[in-house]
């Protein structure tokens, strides 16, 4: 099992960037799909990127294209996700996750997680 430890939350105000990062222990992070979710009080987890194994391939929820790019540096085992253009709606914690393949890596059921980083964007 993979284990998943999310950094880089913070406030930010509007407008404004942060890089969370993703560091995976325990198994080689190459062997994973990884994807970035969020989730705020009294929602459901909302899916927001993800990426191959090989990093070849990306996919980003429509809320967030154009504005987020998710990365991965398998030799470092770190997943990133660079977040510019914040917006107050984009208040949430932001969980990693670690997936077989991409149909399963998008979905919120299954797959290893993080314990979360809080992201505040004030306006």
């Known amino acids: 099992q993979v284990q998943l430890v999310e950094s880089g939350g913070g406030l930010v105000q509007a407008g404004g960037s942060l890089r969370l990062s993703c560091a995976a222990s325990?198994?080689?992070?190459?062997?994973?799909?990884m994807g970035w979710f969020r989730q705020t009080p009294g929602k459901e987890r909302e899916f927001v990127a993800a990426i191959s194994q090989s990093g070849g391939s990306t996919y980003y929820a429509d809320s967030v294209k154009g504005r987020f790019t998710i990365s991965r540096d398998n030799a470092k085992n770190t997943v990133y996700l660079q977040m510019n253009s914040l917006k107050p709606d984009d208040t949430a914690v932001y969980y990693c996750?670690?997936?077989?393949?991409?149909?399963?890596?998008?979905?919120?059921?299954?797959?290893?997680w993080g314990q979360g980083t809080q992201v505040t964007v004030s306006s």
């Open positions: 996750k670690a997936g077989r393949n991409i149909p399963q890596t998008v979905t919120a059921g299954g797959g290893s």
């Open positions: 325990g198994r080689t992070l190459s062997s994973y799909a």
